[in-house]
């Protein structure tokens, strides 16, 4: 099943911890990207790359840090810094960024106590 | 900047009727706007985009530059239709297009 792979599904930190949430894509996608689901706030913009060994701040960049090193992978890290960051994240790919469909991965949820 | 605003998070109506889901936008140059769909224990995934004018699934929305809408209409609803449903808006910033979503309607369709 070729396409966008989130993992892993559920994610379990203490707080304090730094973690990374992987995302891979075998669809030869240029711009990738990183949103925040919460309920009744609906997808909040991270992170989004549009080349290798670039990115840029979302509307919610504040605790978190990316990289992309490969086309094929966008990690997210979730920082000790982002004061509340329990929530169900979602990647997504598109083969470019001028208004082409996004591809979403099937989500982490991350939880932090 | 750009907005989209979703005024209902829950819509619930029955099977066989009309159903509307309501977006508005901000946005102060030309938007590009979409419907993404997440039915359950499914990826979140597009379902019509306005510049294709298409009908998918039944599904249509307009463009309504003048009243910053892009409202999504089926004439007659079905139990498949019960999802979560974003509008979304792609617009230019300083570094590329990207793409804004709604806060979501849940769509229940009863039987």
């Known amino acids: 099943d070729g396409g966008i792979t989130q993992s892993p599904k559920y994610l379990f930190r203490k707080e304090g911890q730094n973690v990374t949430l992987s995302c891979e894509q075998n669809?030869?996608?240029?711009?990738m990207y990183w949103y925040r689901q919460d309920p009744g706030q609906g997808l909040r913009l991270i992170y989004y790359?549009?080349?290798?060994?670039?990115?840029q701040k979302g509307d919610i960049a504040e605790g978190y840090s990316v990289s992309r090193e490969k086309k094929e992978s966008f990690p997210l890290t979730v920082t000790s810094a982002q004061k509340n960051p329990t929530a169900f994240y979602l990647c997504?790919?598109?083969?470019?960024?001028?208004?082409?469909?996004?591809?979403f991965g099937n989500g982490t949820r991350l939880t932090v106590t | 900047a750009q907005r989209v605003t979703q005024p209902e998070k829950l819509l619930s109506v029955f099977k066989g009727a009309p159903v509307e889901l309501k977006c508005n936008y901000s946005y102060s140059g030309s938007p590009e706007l979409f419907w993404y769909v997440q039915y359950s224990r499914q990826r979140l995934q597009l379902l019509l985009r306005?510049?294709s004018r298409e009908s998918i699934k039944g599904f249509t929305a307009d463009l309504n530059k003048g009243e910053t809408s892009f409202h999504l209409k089926k004439p007659f609803a079905q139990e498949e239709d019960s999802a979560m449903y974003y509008c979304a808006l792609s617009g230019r910033s300083g570094s590329g297009s990207r793409l804004t979503f709604g806060e979501g309607t849940q769509l229940t369709v009863n039987p």
């Open positions: 997504a790919s598109s083969i470019g960024t001028d208004i082409s469909p996004l591809h």
């Open positions: 306005h510049i």
């Open positions: 790359s549009q080349i290798v060994n670039d990115f």
């Open positions: 669809l030869n996608h240029d711009a």
